[in-house]
């Protein structure tokens, strides 16, 4: 009888703490789309493609002004004097290690670390326009590792650190709700957000979140697909397949349920420390030198180069599929559409922190992990494939660049096979960080902001979304939804700049201006001197 009785408390924890209208509505958008893809994908994707490419080819010059604007703003509260501001009076939650690793593994490490040993390679075949070298050459080389470094380091951790810093700062400054939408406080006030513009945000950020996910969890499941047919000739019909998602949702949901203190911030620290040993390792039985020279002359291209590569639209082509869309402005939205959840759970691990450390966090620490990786398995892979110590490029033209990494990791000597063995662990736990915080978050924003949500809430989301990646993978629609993904992060472009014009606005008043006097005219002269300046302020001491 207690037994029941404590599963009927359950369920009734569970159905009270919702906020109905935008669970209902997230999870019924979300399995809208994934039948719209079951009963016709090639139509379905056909429709999603338009729209995505109508996008990229319309607003390309904002997404990048955005995304350089927000680095710029970050910049400007790092040494500023707004980095003074808190989040809230409270002590922080966390050490600085761990609050730094909760935030890199909620953000994209997975694709990090999975990109890592393969995108310089597609930069060092097919050169960037933005350069005139000749491909797979030795001029390509550092280019190659420069544009890799420039496409994961600064910007794309900018909007998830804008918007983790607006959620953060509202919640804990003005008692805005912990809801994706707190960051429309300044325009509606903390009172107030909890309307139909607000529900409408919330609900476009679960689909968001549920979207970009689900998509990683199908692009994960393939990595070891893959890898297993590639090293071992094993090929996985659909059963296996969604064998594969279901053992990766339940390893998440374990690490959910636990919570943020027991197991997101310890496999966060697992994490930076099996990332730091294989970033390492590779350094040391990889061409060492050869790797420090080329990565040494990759970060000076990117410091040297970050403006024009930032504003690069490539605009004298007039062919619709762009090689600055199909990359730059591609993973520029791709990290819009994850901004809701990772900026959420970021404000949620942030309380007590001060602006410039979230800000620093963001885009500095993230920065200074990402960069060597991309110089170190990147620049190895590069120079591996050029000196013919390793075909890279041929297995990935044959099986994809998931199977990059086992190329890479698999030709380095006597440690190869523990590398690769490391590098598949490392992608798997960074993914189930994401999908955790992500869960978590997901859970918070249909419950009405609720720091902690019930566990039978967090199992319910963390299913859905294996069930998505699962019937998205049988189907063939992985690709559609990452598309439907990054269609969702141009509507998140323009919130974030409301965020972060919000912040501006709300550090104003906070701080005071740091620009112009209170009372300076901007238009007309001043109504109360008729355009002259008073003696005090000509002067603010005369001869005594």
Known sequence: MSAVSSSNGVVSEFLDEIEPVVFAFGAAITLLFVGAFSLNPEASYDFVLGIRRWILATFNWFFLLAMLGFVLFLGFVIFGPWGNLKLGDQD???????????????????????????????????????????????????????????????????????????????????????????????????????????????????FATLGGVATSLGFIGSQFITGLNFQWGIQLGDV???????????????????????????????????FTLLMVATLVFGPTFRILELGTQATGGFIGDFFQMSLFTQATATSASKWVNAWTVFYWLWPLAWSPFAGLFIARISRGRSVREVAFAGIGATSLATVPWFAIVGGAGVIMQHTGAANVLGPVSEYGEAVSGYVLFGNL???????????????????????????????????????????????????????????????????????????????????CVIATLGLIRTFQDDYGSLLLQDETNLWGKSESTGGQAPAANVSSHDDD
């Open 92 to 206: 922080p939650e966390y050490g600085f290690l761990s609050y730094f690793a909760m935030m890199y593994s909620a953000g994209l490490a997975a694709g990090i670390v999975f990109w890592g040993p393969a995108e310089a390679l597609f930069h060092y075949s097919t050169v960037p326009p933005l350069y005139g070298a000749e491909a797979q050459s030795s001029a390509a080389m550092p280019l190659a590792v420069q544009y890799s470094i420039f496409h994961w380091s600064l910007t794309q951790w900018s909007c998830f650190t804008v918007m983790g810093l607006a959620i953060g700062y509202f919640v804990y400054n003005y008692d805005a709700p912990l809801r994706v939408s707190a960051v429309l406080t300044p325009i509606l006030g903390a009172d107030n957000v909890d309307g139909a513009i607000g529900k409408t945000v919330d609900i476009l950020a679960v």
């Open 240 to 274: 296996g397949t969604i064998l594969v998602i279901t053992g990766m949702v339940v390893i998440f949901t374990i690490s959910l349920v636990l919570g943020v203190d027991k197991g997101i911030r310890r496999l966060s620290n697992f994490n930076m420390v099996v």
């Open 413 to 495: 000597p006597i440690v190869g096979p523990l590398l690769l063995f490391g590098f598949l662990v490392l992608v798997t736990t960074f993914f189930v960080t994401s999908a955790d915080s992500s869960t978590l978050a997901v859970s918070m924003m249909t419950t009405g902001g609720k720091k902690e949500p019930s566990a039978l809430n967090r199992i319910f989301w963390a299913v859905l979304q294996g069930a998505v990646a699962s019937i998205l993978m049988v189907v063939g629609g992985v690709n559609a939804l990452q598309s439907a993904a990054i269609i969702t992060g141009a509507p998140f472009a323009v919130i």
